[in-house]
């Protein structure tokens, strides 16, 4: 049974860590970042070319990754794949013992870096997750065909709770659960009682699936402001904006470096202790971009161990 | 309607090279809505391509090109001008059937861009992408295949800002457009419906429909 599922399914505060495999074929720095979270995650999540822009396939770090002993999460997009494709890689994903996956629709090829590549979009998100619990129901292909042997994955989305209106939100959560998703993972989470807003449509609406809160420690004030302006679902309330900045100027004055990036990373304890102390969430999903090493020190500093 | 666009000149100057007489062959009906090859764009064009030493033999204008019968029957004296060259002022469609009946070769004048409507004078907007299963009954009379960037059939991904699409902030996101109309017509309960998979078996293409009972 999936490491994520066994811990969510067995009431624990589940943890996992986003990584993103390389943009080139050295995965060196990703398997010592990775080394680093061993003990400290439940699961290491790896993106399939998030922001559409083009990096080894998550496979191969996915295998990498069991290879080394650790549990990684397969995402896998509708966006550069077919439903064949998508299907072919989670059994030949599944031969190497990748048993968690996160099926997102994916951003589209005109934000990315190769806008000349086909978006596909054969299967969305609810389509891929349809798709594969058919398959494990039924042993049988995308094409209604026999397969020799038959996968069972443990299946995630994602959602975007800072959405307007949310009731379209909510209602494609519901889809997404209804078409096997067990475990959902947020957008970046920075104001917690937007999230216990999000959290009470969700139980509202009767979804039963272990939500996890998407945390992404922050760097600088200007990482901030760019995300604001520019990534859907992101909403760093000012207060923390000017937190960073005085960090900066504080940092300026004393001359010392990395002052906003250590109160980005007790911020994010700091919203991982609470989330975990209240109750809000079954769990969150860290997403340190680019910045994995960090990981073991925020859960240090929240105090969550798995 | 099919909605066209002008291609650069230079670009259709080089499909002409080597023709010192040419014929042209306008569209009644969208071409002509889409000022890309109604009388007065025959007339224009006719100039420049004399401008640049070409004699334009004839001139014909079918009502649909993409109709055979009609355009069969309008190419007669531009096929007894015995062209060099022939070009086509219509879509995609217009080309192929006029170059089934030129013995000489036939150039487009046009891009073809997609299937839309004129929302006021110039301005046109892509509505439908001739997906062969038509959703428009359950998503208040918005599609979602061709106003969403993406094709979405579930509802919206996460990517809308302020309503806009990811792709491209000037658009709507087709679903919080399908979900106000659903809201305005009482059917708010259809946004919840799952809907099933189409696949693209349809479109699977070239695709041909006969109603006429007989052999093709």
Redesign the interface.
Known sequence: MSVLQQALENGKFGVTAEMAPPKGCDFSEQMAAAELLKGKVHAINVTDMQSACLKASSIGLCVKLKLAGLEPIIQMTGRDRSRMAIMGDMLAAASFGIDTMLALTGDHTMVGDCKASKPVYDLDSVGILRMLSTMEATGKDCGGNDLASTPTFYKGAAVTPVYEPQILQINKLRQKVDAGARYIQTQGIFDLDALKRFMDEVYKAGIKAHIMAGIIPLKTAGMAKYMNENVPGIAVPQDMIDRLAAAAAEGKEKGVKGLPARLGIEMAAEMIAKIKAEGLCDGVHIMAIGAEKNVPTILEKAGVEI | MIITQKKPLEELLGMLDGAKTVALVGCGSCATACATGGEKEIADLSKVLEQHGMKVVATAMSEYCCMHLKTRTILKPVIAANPDAVVAMSCGDGVQVIAQYCKCPVYPSNNTMFLGESVKLGLFEEACHLCGDCVLGKTGGICPISRC?????????????N?KC???PENPCA??EI?NKLVELGQEYK??I?RD?KG?EKVSYPRTINIRGDKK
């Open positions: 960037a993406k094709s979405l059939v579930n509802g919206p991904c996460g990517g809308s800002r309503g990811e792709v491209n679903w919080i979900y946004i919840g799952t998979d693209y």
